[in-house]
C-alpha cells in the first residue's frame, strides 16, 4: 500500500503522533482560501506517490503570496515524477534540530513487513538506500508485533 503524505499524516494522528498544521487543497481556490490559516513562512509539497520531491521543485518554502500562487498554478494538473498532481498540501513551517526518514515496507522474500529508518533524513533516501549509507532495518512479526530491543540500538 502507498499513502500520499497527508494519509500517512492521518495516520500518525490516530495513533497520537503529531504532525505540523496542514490542508490539502485540490485546486487553486482551495490554496487561496487555505492560505488564510497559515503565517509566512510556509510548506507547500506536491501529493505524489513517489519520491525525490525536495530534489525536483516539489517541496518549496514559500514566503509571499505570489510565490504560493506561482507554486500551485505550475504543478495543479501537471506531471510530476510521471504521476498527475492532484493534491497540494500546505503546512505551518515549523523549524527541527534533527530530521529522520521511518518507512513501512513489505518484503516479498520473507514475507514480512519491516520498519527502515535513516538518521539522515529522507531527502535521497533512495541514493542513501544503493550506496548502503545508515539505513536501518527491522523486521516485525505480524502476530506479535514489533520489539523493543530491536530498536534500542537506533540513534533517536
Known amino acids: 500500500m502507498k499513502l500520499y503524505e497527508f494519509e500517512g499524516h492521518g495516520l500518525l494522528a490516530k495513533a497520537g503522533i503529531d504532525s505540523p498544521f496542514f490542508?490539502?487543497?485540490?485546486?487553486l481556490a482551495e490554496v487561496k482560501a487555505a492560505r488564510s490559516k497559515f503565517k509566512f513562512p510556509l510548506v507547500a509539497k506536491v501529493q505524489v506517490l513517489s519520491g525525490k520531491r525536495s530534489k525536483g521543485g516539489g517541496v518549496v518554502v514559500i514566503s509571499r503570496e505570489a510565490q504560493l500562487a506561482e507554486f500551485a498554478s505550475a504543478?495543479?494538473?501537471?506531471?510530476f515524477n510521471d504521476e498527475e498532481v492532484r493534491f497540494i498540501e500546505l503546512s505551518q513551517k515549523v523549524d527541527f534540530e534533527n530530521e529522520y526518514y521511518v518507512s513501512i515496507n513489505y518484503d516479498t522474500v520473507s514475507r514480512m513487513p519491516y520498519v527502515m529508518f535513516c538518521p539522515k533524513g529522507g531527502v535521497e533516501i533512495e541514493e542513501?538506500?544503493?550506496a548502503g549509507e545508515e539505513i536501518l532495518r527491522a523486521d516485525i512479526d505480524p502476530l506479535s508485533g514489533p520489539e523493543k530491543a530491536q530498536f534500542k540500538k537506533w540513534p533517536v
Open 75 to 79: 504543478h495543479f494538473g501537471k506531471e
Open 23 to 27: 490542508i490539502v487543497c485540490k485546486n
Open 128 to 130: 542513501n538506500i544503493a
